[in-house]
């Protein structure tokens, strides 16, 4: 079974870069045809797919977040990370990384972890 954890700061400051890290047990995230995802979900909004790497390391980005937003990957250590630049109290929520057999496709997701924009 596979699991993903996400980790990184739960705090950040207005204008800094948010980076975030999913480390992934119970299999390989150079394993074909998956894609492995970063989502959000503001307080009292909806679930947000920002956006994803596939197994060969390609990215695909929401288009509404695609100037702020880069994702990468370890495949020595089995991560992928996240970056959000230029972050407001906007940004505020809890991220999720996630896996499924497409780029907004998602069928399994980690707990999330909670990230807040304050001065």
């Known amino acids: 079974q596979v699991q993903l954890q996400e980790s990184g700061p739960g705090l950040v400051k207005p204008s800094q870069t948010l980076s975030l890290t999913c480390t992934v047990s119970g299999g390989s995230i150079t394993m074909n045809y998956q894609y492995w995802s970063w989502l959000r979900q503001p307080p009292g909004k909806g679930l947000e797919w920002m956006g994803s790497?596939?197994?060969?390391?390609?990215?695909y980005y929401s288009p509404s977040l695609k100037s702020r937003t880069s994702i990468s990957r370890d495949t020595s250590k089995n991560q992928f990370t996240l970056q959000l630049s230029s972050v407001t109290p906007e940004d505020t929520a809890r991220y999720y990384c996630?896996?499924?057999?497409?780029?907004?496709?998602?069928?399994?997701r980690g707990q999330g972890t909670q990230v807040t924009v304050s001065s």
């Open positions: 790497i596939d197994s060969r390391g390609s990215t």
């Open positions: 996630a896996r499924g057999p497409g780029p907004n496709a998602i069928a399994y």
